[in-house]
């Protein structure tokens, strides 16, 4: 059987929302899964459902081959024996205790020596040697976070879950560690869920990503297949008029950046903290079309191609341009119109490269 | 001064701390966790001693554990005398008077202590008992230390529980508040300036202590 996380989460809250969510994904193919959805679909649920600490009403959850949870066999496998590291949303570090001590609290069982090196070895991947004898209250936004996950991970967790990682820190340091975070949960050599409801955090971490809405879990696939493809209209109003392409790195000048995604080039401004890979993003609204004897224009980006596909929505139209890659462009209908954008047609997609958002993707 | 009273109030005030200590965490632990839909009856009764005239109390442990009861003759059987005018009598009344004075600031306490710390125990593998005495118990600690030392001022200024069960026994039962009440009867007003002098000292200082430490955390991470 392949190794798998599988749940099916039913809880109804008294005057709120009920939610119903099953999904199912395999634990190999990128360790990262991102529940991403607005506020109030059920992220946090599933989440808690899967650490144990609330108990679905009905339903099942099983991770690896092993039951967790079965209401109907009366099974819930308590939090202690499920082997999860949970990172809480503002780090719950224990104040009481030092970092240290923080880090050991969860292989307290193991003997002297081996649980000393287990801590030393966490510190120095987690850059915390120096910072062992302070207590939490000491440390900033971003230490915290690193001796918590460095925390939950001590006990050698099989499953690593993580509650709106980024959403205590603040807006500069939370850019700052979106990177680092990918590449300590890249490394971290288990498989991890993340909970937020921020889309650039969901490219910039996950490799897996799996849309809730309205109680339930509508798609799950790969992050940039969810963002191009959205199986419904709910999954693309929660993931957003968004074209997200991955994209290599080609060039630098003059605080641009040149990258390859699909057969396009594209340029773009530097976010910095670019690595070699990234997702270049373009809100659909961004993308003007023109008729390919357009003038001169300040869009840096002009890709020639023809109308792949179209679909009215309301006073909007949404086409899709195959230009050396599926560009979609949210244009009016007046507008479709008189470009006679019908499928076939040969257009110019203009991007400026201040509207192309670049989404590191470090490893 | 009368120092065999002020021995026997502070052996029995501190005697009911610590006793209440043990007793009183678990009540006040489960009334924090406890999701039992009857639960408001528990602490009703927990709540009961500040309402009731301590006669009413002491009256039903005289009926309930005296001589002529079951319960009494059991008592008797195992503590070698009977219940009323004996100092364990007067300790079991005190426990029992003071004991939402203990439980309140207790559950207080451990229901301030962030939910969210107890669940990463319980996720990093940690037993919810050992969560208690690792997690919560250290970081609501001054609270406790406030029940605690509540419990014991109060203990120290009962006087109708300890005169109805215990009656007036020099070095026995005769504690300061009734040591004040045998001054005033016998018109010692001198002895009884003293005497209650010394109490008030005593429970403003406590009392003092009590809000002092819920005012100002001890330590730096008691801030949040």
């Not at chain 1, 929302?17 to 679909?41: D, N, Y």
């Not at chain 1, 650490?51 to 939090?79: H, K, M």
């Not at chain 2, 502070?10 to 406890?34: K, M």
């Not at chain 2, 109060?154 to 004040?180: D, K, Q």
């Amino acid at each position: 059987m392949e190794r798998a996380l599988s749940f099916d989460v039913v809880r109804r809250f008294p005057g709120g929302p009920v939610i119903a969510a099953r999904a199912e994904w395999p634990l190999e193919g990128g360790p990262v899964t991102v529940l991403f959805g607005p506020s109030g679909a059920g992220k946090t649920t599933v989440l808690r459902a899967l650490a144990g600490l609330d108990p679905p009403d009905q339903g099942t959850i099983s991770f690896d081959g092993q039951v967790w949870f079965d209401a109907g066999r009366a099974i819930d496998v308590p939090s202690q024996a499920r082997g999860v590291g949970l990172l809480f949303q503002d780090y719950a570090l224990f104040p009481h205790l030092s970092v240290r001590a923080n880090l050991a609290y969860g292989v307290r069982r193991a003997a002297t020596p081996e649980r000393d090196a287990r801590i030393a070895e966490l510190a120095e991947r987690f850059g915390l040697s120096e910072l062992l004898d302070r207590r939490p209250h000491q440390l900033s936004g971003g230490q915290k976070q690193r001796v918590a996950l460095a925390r939950a991970l001590a006990p050698r967790p099989r499953l690593l879950l993580l509650d709106e990682p980024l959403s205590a820190l603040d807006a500069p340091t939370r850019e700052v560690l979106r990177g680092e975070l990918r590449h300590l949960l890249e490394h971290a050599g288990v498989p991890a869920v993340v909970v937020t409801h921020d889309r650039i955090e969901a490219l910039a971490l996950g490799d897996r990503l799996a849309v809730l809405a309205g109680g339930s879990v509508r798609q799950v696939g790969p992050v940039h297949e969810v963002f191009s493809a959205p199986a419904d209209v709910e999954v693309a109003r929660v993931v957003g008029t968004e074209n997200v392409f991955p994209a290599r790195v080609l060039g630098r000048s003059d605080g641009l950046v040149e990258v390859r995604a699909g057969q396009a080039t594209i340029l773009a401004v530097d976010p910095g903290g670019l690595a070699e890979e990234a997702y270049a993003c373009v809100r659909a609204e961004e993308v003007v079309l023109e008729s390919l004897d357009g003038h001169d224009s300040s869009a840096r980006n002009r890709l020639a191609g023809t109308v792949a596909a179209r679909r009215d929505e309301g006073p909007l139209v949404r086409v899709t341009v195959e230009c050396g890659l599926p560009l979609v462009a949210l244009v009016t209908r007046a507008s479709a119109e008189r470009l006679r954008l019908v499928a076939g047609a040969r257009v110019s997609a203009a991007v400026k490269a201040s509207a192309v958002r670049l989404v590191p993707r470090n490893s | 001064m009368d120092f065999a009273a002020l021995l026997l109030s502070g052996e029995l005030a501190g005697l009911t701390s610590a006793l209440l200590v043990l007793l009183g965490l678990p009540i006040a632990w489960w009334l924090v966790v406890s999701r039992w839909r009857w639960k408001f009856l528990v602490e009703a009764v927990v709540a009961l001693p500040i309402v009731l005239p301590p006669t009413v109390l002491g009256f039903y442990l005289l009926t309930g554990l005296g001589p002529r009861s079951p319960a009494g003759r059991l008592f008797a059987a195992v503590a070698g005398h009977p219940f009323p005018f004996s100092f364990t009598g007067l300790v079991i009344a005190s426990v029992l008077y003071s004991l939402p004075f203990a439980v309140q600031p207790f559950a207080g306490a451990l229901a301030g202590v962030d939910r969210r710390l107890v669940e990463a125990s319980y996720t990093l593998g940690v037993s919810p008992l050992a969560t208690f005495f690792r997690v919560t118990l250290p970081l609501a600690w001054p609270g406790v230390l406030a029940g605690a030392v509540l419990t014991f001022a109060h203990t120290l200024g009962e006087f109708g529980v300890v005169l109805m069960v215990g009656g007036n026994i020099p070095g026995r039962t005769r504690t300061l508040s009734v040591a004040i009440f045998d001054h005033v009867e016998a018109l010692e007003y001198g002895a009884a300036h003293r005497t209650a002098g010394l109490l008030l000292a005593i429970s403003f200082a406590v009392l003092a202590l009590v809000y002092g430490l819920q005012r100002r955390p001890f330590f730096r991470w008691n801030e949040r």
